[in-house]
């Protein structure tokens, strides 16, 4: 029992070190002071109401969450036949493949989206939104091919090979049979994907321009020249957005089902 | 012709070497018929160049005169039983079963009947709406089975299919499969290597080894009369004696001459007789008669089983239950000319 009472005590220090920043963030945003102060000395909403009226912020929003949406499914719509050709199929190089889907996972975002901006907006000179599209997809869509990749190790393809000896072409017996059991991997890899390309600095800090910026880049610079709370509050409607969102998952799927 | 007619097929996975090498099945309608073999002799991989789920490199497969080797799987109408069940996870019982049904685009009151009817002779009209991870191993077999089956097949075929089940399981289920493979008249191919399970369902035995049917035949010839000595082994015979021809009926070997009653057309290199068939007697015998000296004495449960150093080498020797010998005890043996056997 002993050893167990030190382990929980370092986990208690642990979780208290990373729950204590965002207990603050939260109390901040409803303090009445112009600038950051903590503990607060009067509640309001206002910061909130800053927030949401400010057209910057707004458009920053709409911009992450479209780029986010956008190319999540498209590293979807890529990733996943992508991932069944790898599992299903003995390719030559399918060692190769895998650490090369794996290592934008390991490169430090700095340098991906350095060799991004290199390649979007030097050499094929995109415009602005289109290449911060594609930036976002080339960064998410490893994470689609690895989490689904992994949810289909788990599936025996001979449950697909009934199919298609019960009249099922291989086309509809991917649709009926394969996708269906593996959707728990698909919603993670959804979930996993968005929330990167949401949260995403590095990649976007090279690939925006005049009047596309996303939120978390609009965050950086407003905090560079602004120390009110209304960062603060933005903070807590995404964490308020992001534990709704968990909840319905939860409530659904089941949160074991995003651990598998 | 045949009903089902494999006509020279060769099969490689690699593009180097053969797995299957030039192999050569018919089959009759309504018989079914075993492949039987040790792991790896290419069982599972005749059985998916069947199925349409491999490609055979040269070769035909013939089904009712009709050329499949080229047909897709889906269009095909095989129904087919995996090791694993394979059902549909996110399907329930009645939805796995009805699944084929569904694809052929078949009337919702036909299918619901059909289902219900398969269902029902295979035991699981409780089970309908349970899902395949509430069912236990042998009903899954079943529901498997009945998915197969509902489509009312070409040909079945069954990969192993019962060895996930215990012993006693899978007696009664081989009897089930036997049973309605019979009173739906299905030509089925059954893969194995359990021979028992195999003498015990089949019309008709294949024997494979390394790519190729060692022998074809009932499941009585098999067991009697192997012809290679690969077969002779995998069924169970022991105690191969070289020989020569002496006369029609008279084989010699170390300057003694063995009568055969049974001698085939082919040379042969070898006499071989199970070890259940040799008798111990009391005094040397004339005619087919060994001694010998009990090397090693193992318990079997029924009796005992000797192996004894004979001039012949060392020969197995179940004893009966009467007499018990201790090691290094003499004994004298008879080869009862009707057992032995000439490969
Ligand atoms: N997908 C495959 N790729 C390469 N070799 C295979 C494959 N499947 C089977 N083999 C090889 O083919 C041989 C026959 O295998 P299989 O038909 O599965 O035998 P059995 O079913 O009789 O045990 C084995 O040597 C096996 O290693
Ligand atoms: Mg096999």
Redesign the interface.
């Given at each position: 029992m002993r050893r167990y009472k030190g382990l929980t005590i370092f986990s208690v220090i642990v979780f208290s070190f990373l729950i204590i920043p965002l207990v603050i963030i939260v109390v901040t945003a409803f303090g009445t002071e112009k600038t950051i102060a903590f503990p607060i000395k009067g509640f309001t909403f206002s910061w909130f109401q800053v927030a949401l009226s400010s057209k910057s912020f707004k458009n920053a929003f709409f911009l992450s969450f479209k780029v986010a949406m956008i190319a999540t499914l498209m590293a979807l719509l890529i990733g996943i036949p992508a991932a069944y050709a790898l599992s299903r199929y003995s390719l030559k190089g399918k060692k190769l493949l895998k650490s090369f889907f794996l290592s934008p996972t390991i490169v430090p975002g700095i340098v991906v989206g350095y060799s991004l901006f290199l390649f979007i907006v030097i050499k094929l000179k995109m415009p602005v939104f289109e290449g911060l599209l594609l930036g976002h997809f080339l960064v998410v869509l490893p994470y689609v091919i690895r989490v689904v990749g992994g949810a289909l190790e788990q599936f025996d393809f001979s449950i697909e090979e009934v199919a298609w000896s019960l009249g099922c072409n291989k086309w509809l017996a991917f649709f009926k049979i394969v996708l269906p059991n593996i959707s728990s991997g698909i919603i993670s890899s959804f979930l996993l994907a968005f929330i990167n390309s949401f949260n995403n600095i590095p990649v976007s800090m090279f690939l925006t321009g005049p009047g596309i910026v996303t939120l978390p880049n609009t965050l950086m610079s407003y905090v560079e020249y602004n120390y009110d709370p209304t960062v603060s509050a933005i903070s807590v409607m995404l964490m308020l957005a992001t534990i709704i969102i968990m909840f319905i998952v939860e409530k659904t799927l089941g949160i074991s089902a995003l651990a598998k | 012709m045949s009903y089902v007619d494999l006509n020279e097929i060769t099969v490689s996975y690699d593009g180097k070497h053969n797995i299957l090498e030039g192999l050569n099945l018919k089959i009759e309608k309504g018989e079914l018929v075993s492949l039987l073999g040790p792991s790896g002799c290419g069982k599972t991989t005749t059985l998916r160049v069947v199925?349409?789920?491999i490609q055979p490199r040269s070769g035909d497969l013939m089904v009712n005169d009709q050329n499949y080797t080229k047909i897709?799987?889906?269009?095909?109408?095989?129904?087919?039983v995996?090791q694993?069940y394979?059902?549909?996870?996110?399907l329930t019982v009645g939805e796995n079963v009805a699944?084929?049904l569904k694809?052929?685009k078949e009337d919702k009151k036909v299918i619901e009947k059909k289902v219900d009817n398969m269902l029902e002779t295979c035991g699981l009209s409780e089970y309908k709406n349970r899902y395949p991870k509430q069912l236990s191993g042998g009903q899954r077999q079943r529901v498997a089975l009945a998915?197969?089956l509902v489509?009312e097949p070409n040909l079945l075929l069954l990969d192993e299919p019962l060895s996930n089940l215990d012993a006693k399981l899978r007696i009664q289920m081989r009897v089930e499969i036997k049973r309605l493979q019979k009173k739906l008249g299905i030509t089925t191919i059954f893969v194995t290597h359990d021979q028992e399970e195999c003498f015990s369902i089949s019309d008709r035995v294949a024997v494979m080894n390394n790519g190729i049917i060692e022998q074809y035949d009932t499941p009585e010839n098999i067991y009697a009369k192997p012809k290679t000595e690969f077969v002779a082994r995998f069924i169970g015979f022991e105690n191969f004696i070289d020989v020569e021809r002496k006369e029609d009926h008279l084989f010699g070997s170390q300057g003694v001459s063995f009568r055969v009653d049974d001698v085939p057309e082919y040379d042969v290199k070898k006499m071989t007789i199970r070890p259940d068939d040799i008798e111990i007697v009391k005094t040397p015998v004339p005619e087919n008669g060994i001694s010998g000296q009990v090397a090693v004495r193992t318990f079997l449960g029924k009796s005992y089983q000797y192996e004894v150093q004979s001039d012949f080498g060392s020969l197995i020797v179940n004893g009966s239950d009467s007499d018990v010998y201790e090691t290094g005890d003499q004994i004298h043996m008879v080869l009862p000319s009707h057992k032995i056997v000439l490969v």
């Open positions: - | 199925a349409g789920y897709p799987v889906h269009k095909r109408n095989f129904g087919i995996f694993s394979a059902l549909f996870p996110h699944f084929g694809m052929k998915r197969a489509i």
